[in-house]
């Protein structure tokens, strides 16, 4: 079965703030920005987010629950990532658009893979506007057509992804390797002159 995103999840945006992200070490709540994120080999939180005080007056709606995915809807890689809970309480900046799922007949590991999926992605550079900055808008991602196997064939979909991405790393991992030991040699080489 297909679905609209909107028909299955509360899709909004995060939350906006009026001036430049300062940290505060005794803030109660992680600010998540796309600095802190990588996206190589895959989607991740690479740094520790900044922290602000809640008494900036943050909905409590707009806090991030555990399974919220993340969309950045700036720029031209319009890339998911699956909030964990690791950061809790954390709110995402207006650069991204939250899926929260309410139906639990669709996993969020799936619909993260899904959203950065090639057919997805296509979708998304179709329906980008703007010309400085390509913006990806909230009626666009609330109408991405969203595919719903059953839960097992998601389950089994999500092991072969998970072993892909174990793959990738290991290749990734012997790469770097190989470039330092390369590199270790040719210097010493350029040493023994």
Known sequence: MRYYLSDIAEVFTGHTLREKVQHDPDGECAV???KD???TPNVCIKNPPYKISLLRGIPKNQLLQKGDILILSKGSANKA??????????????????????SGH???E???WYINSTGAQEYFS????GTTTLNL???????LPVPVPPLEKQEIMMKLVTQYELYTNLVAEY????????????NNQLNDQ
């Open 137 to 143: 808008s909230k009626k666009a991602i609330d109408e």
């Open 32 to 34: 998540i920005q796309l």
């Open 126 to 129: 179709m329906h980008r506007a």
């Open 37 to 39: 994120l990588s996206f």
């Open 110 to 112: 799936f619909l993260t």
């Open 175 to 186: 790469e770097r390797n190989v470039r330092m030991l390369v590199d270790h040699t040719l």
């Open 81 to 102: 990532l699956l909030y964990e809970g690791q950061y809790a309480p954390s709110v995402a900046v207006s650069a991204f658009t939250i899926i929260r799922l309410h």
């Open 106 to 108: 669709l996993k969020p």
